[in-house]
């Protein structure tokens, strides 16, 4: 029984090493190659006319900051999603940014797997450790927990950038160290993919489709379909044959696609929310011979999607710029931080804004290849404002 | 009437009350192949284009495949009286494991057939170890397995990283596109693993100590049974076939991701308990088994083809469970209910 015990044990231990040691590539092995600047994130071209120019530090103050250990932090929910994982790629893009400037920092990376408790206590933590000396980058659980970080960071008198999820009622001016909150336009990001998908079907604007949808009741899942119902009034030719909640996953997907291509045989096109519901929607397709000749959308621009757009499986995908609200975030705060912005005196439209999204088709997928999956994208850390902020915020 | 019952004697009265249990028995046996038998006629009837087609017969029997191993070897679980939670983690390990391994679009590793006897491999060492701790240390399979589900999850997404491995190796992404007789090749695989089960449940003195100790664990223990050998066993085997479903899982989407057993838990013991296998254990068996995942899957399938909402899909399985659990158990062996 022992031997049989260990044996066993020993495989777990094996297949983890095999596994793990030759799984997704680290940050650290990730190419560090200068892209082509044209096609990094969020263009000077779209940021709005009143950015924020920082003030020239005072060199000795400079000076004392950089020798003073700063605490990064980036919490979100898990690495359960690669468009989540761009968070900390981003974040630690921003600290290879600050080992150029000679920052003196740590960096930590908090995931939370859901437990809005854990993002709150881990957050908590390391602003004890900090002495204020801290910055964050937070996409909130859930809408209730704001409040708490807000009040937690500003009375630290550290500060933190947010993402995605923020009460309605609740405003980013009224804590000095809470930055900025920003968020992707969601109903642009389910129209734009929508219309793209419209367009590469055989006849441009005409056609039958079905829609995968994420949670029911999800903020991001209703903007992402308000989106499309967006499309589909300005394209009278389409048709939406069925809709359903995949609950973002793949495996749901698959199963549901497999069950409507026993019911309908007529299919143009599959409007995704995401693209791991994407993912499962082309499996299904594959198994019938139809990959490629229904088109199928998603959103997150997840390297397999990517690779599907080249070889004409998909016709577009939307990149939320994870990279960008990962660093970017950071740069603001460190601005903040450093004092080379004055947090309180910041327009609202600079603390409370849309960030830019990529849209990605046959057209410019290359480029986008190129600068963001075979390389790192280049971000512009001394003028995040310039770089990041996009437009007016849609809640 | 109550004269006559009064008139009755004894004996009389002990027979009725015999009857009357044989004839609730006896529907309780039947009643999921009448209810399988029901929803196909009104699915039929009410979508006979597409749900009556070969091509939706194949959509199901793909749909059930997976579903079917994981319930077999939860029925084996459940009929020693315990639960095994690890379900939705150690398949999503299994399925990120065995797409890391093989040929795949995040490394250079191209194990084949060996990575997916590992991957298999991972999934029977983690029945080992739940089974191991349930009776080593005396913790009940409901904690051991929560926590160590928890575990498989981590280490499903620590492998990856979050970047799911993109399936490359065509001649195992072949196996879920084959079908051998108009039925699909995964589905043999799950008919094979459910024969086996079959065997060992019903020709074997393994399959008696089993449901021996889900009817009373002291009195095999009395007899000499070794339990906690049975025990483990039984937690290897349910471990083997979440392997076994995380692989098949992998290659049917063609990519490695924790999602593959995402609900799997719910979906997989909701069949064993329609089939009529009782929570408390020592009654029911794997051919139960096999019709409730016929009823799951085919009430999945048929009201998605009605257009009906996966929430109210959702709750109509929760419905069904639990008047199948109303069915099947035994409350004369419950000294209290809480």
Redesign the interface.
């Known amino acids: 029984?022992k031997k049989?015990?260990s044996t066993?044990?020993c495989?777990?231990l094996?297949?983890?090493l095999?596994?793990?040691c030759?799984?997704?590539?680290?940050a650290a092995d990730v190419k560090t190659e200068a892209a082509d600047s044209s096609a990094s994130a969020g263009s000077a071209e779209n940021s709005t006319e009143n950015a924020v120019e920082p003030a020239a530090p005072d060199d000795a103050a400079m000076q004392e900051k950089l020798n003073t250990t700063l605490y990064i932090g980036c919490s979100f929910e898990?690495?359960?999603?690669?468009y989540?994982?761009t968070f900390d790629k981003g974040c630690q893009l921003f600290c290879k940014y600050l080992d150029s400037i000679g920052q003196k920092y740590e960096y930590t990376c908090m995931l939370n797997e859901g437990n809005s408790e854990k993002q709150i206590n881990d957050i908590n933590a390391l602003l004890a450790k900090s002495g204020g000396n801290a910055i964050f980058f937070i996409d909130p659980n859930e809408a209730a927990i704001v409040s708490v970080l807000a009040e937690a960071v500003n009375d630290a008198g550290a500060f933190m950038c947010t993402t995605w999820t923020k009460p309605e009622d609740l405003d980013v001016w009224d804590y000095d160290g809470w930055v900025a909150h920003h968020s992707p336009d969601d109903v642009t990001m389910g129209y734009k993919s929508a219309i793209q998908m419209f367009e590469s079907l055989p006849t441009p604007g005409q056609g039958k489709i079905v829609a995968l949808q994420g949670n029911?009741g999800h903020t991001t899942a209703n903007n992402r379909y308000l989106g499309l119902e967006k499309a589909l009034k300005e394209y009278p030719g389409i048709e939406l044959v069925?809709v359903?909640?995949?609950?973002w996953?793949?495996?749901?997907a698959?199963?549901?696609m497999?069950?409507?291509?026993?019911?309908y045989d007529d299919i143009d096109g599959v409007w995704c929310a995401n693209d791991?519901m994407a993912?499962?929607a082309i499996?299904a397709l594959?198994?019938k011979g139809l990959a490629g000749k229904v088109k199928v959308c998603g959103i997150n621009a997840?390297?397999?999607a990517i690779?599907y757009i080249e070889d004409g499986t998909m016709a577009a995908t939307v990149d939320c710029n994870g990279w960008g609200q990962g660093g970017y975030s950071l740069a603001m705060c460190y601005l903040a931080w450093t004092g080379q912005t004055d947090v309180p005196s910041l327009p609202h439209d600079q603390r409370l804004f849309a960030t830019e999204s990529i849209f990605v088709n046959s057209s410019n997928v290359a480029e986008y290849k190129a600068t963001y999956v075979d390389n790192e994208p280049t971000l512009d850390f001394e003028h995040p404002y310039e770089a990041f902020v996009y437009g007016p915020y849609v809640s | 009437m109550r004269n006559r019952t009064a008139a009755m004697s004894i004996a009389e009265e002990f027979s009725a009350k015999v009857q009357r249990e044989q004839r609730r028995d006896k529907l309780i046996r039947w009643a999921p192949v009448i209810v399988l038998f029901a929803l196909v006629t009104i699915f039929s009837i009410l979508r006979f284009d597409s749900f009556f087609t070969l091509y939706n017969l194949n959509t199901i029997f793909n749909q059930m495949s997976i579903t079917l191993i994981i319930a077999v070897g939860a029925t084996f679980v459940v009929l020693i009286g315990s639960v095994d939670l690890t379900v939705d983690g150690v398949v999503g390990l299994a399925s990120c494991t065995v797409a890391l391994l093989i040929l795949n679009g995040n490394n250079e590793n191209n194990f084949g057939i060996f990575g997916v006897l590992i991957a298999i491999s991972v999934g029977l060492a983690f029945g080992l170890l739940t089974g191991f701790i349930h009776v080593r240390f005396r913790i009940s399979s409901f904690m051991v397995t929560y926590a160590l589900g928890a575990v498989a999850v981590g280490c499903g997404i620590l492998f990856s990283g979050g970047l799911w491995a993109q399936i490359k190796d065509a001649s195992l992404l072949a196996i879920p596109a084959a079908s051998f007789l108009g039925i699909p090749v995964i589905t043999w695989i799950s008919f094979v693993v459910l024969g086996i089960a079959w065997v060992i449940q019903e020709k074997t003195p393994f399959g008696r100590h089993m449901i021996a100790i889900g009817t009373n664990e002291e009195v095999p223990r009395v007899t000499g049974v070794k339990v906690d050998l049975v025990k483990v066993m039984i937690f290897m085997w349910s471990g083997l076939c979440l392997g076994l479903a995380g692989v098949l899982g992998a290659l049917r989407l063609a990519r490695g991701e924790a999602d593959v057993g995402t609900g799997q838990f719910f979906t997989a013991y909701a069949a064993v308990i329609v089939g009529g296998t009782s929570l408390s254990g020592g009654r029911g068996g794997v051919i139960n088994t096999l019709i409730g995942v016929l009823i799951i899957t085919v009430l999945n399938n048929g009201l998605l083809l009605m257009d009906v909402n996966i929430f109210i899909r959702s709750g109509m399985q929760g419905l069904i469970i639990l008047v199948a659990i109303a069915l099947t158990i035994d409350r004369n062996r419950r000294a209290i209910c809480k």
């Open positions: 029984m049989l015990v066993l044990l495989v777990l094996v297949a983890g095999l596994t793990g030759t799984g997704a590539p680290a898990t690495f359960d999603n690669p989540l994982v029911l069925a359903e909640s995949a609950k996953m793949a495996p749901e698959l199963s549901i497999e069950t409507w291509l026993a019911k791991n993912m499962g499996q594959q198994a997840i390297p397999t690779d």
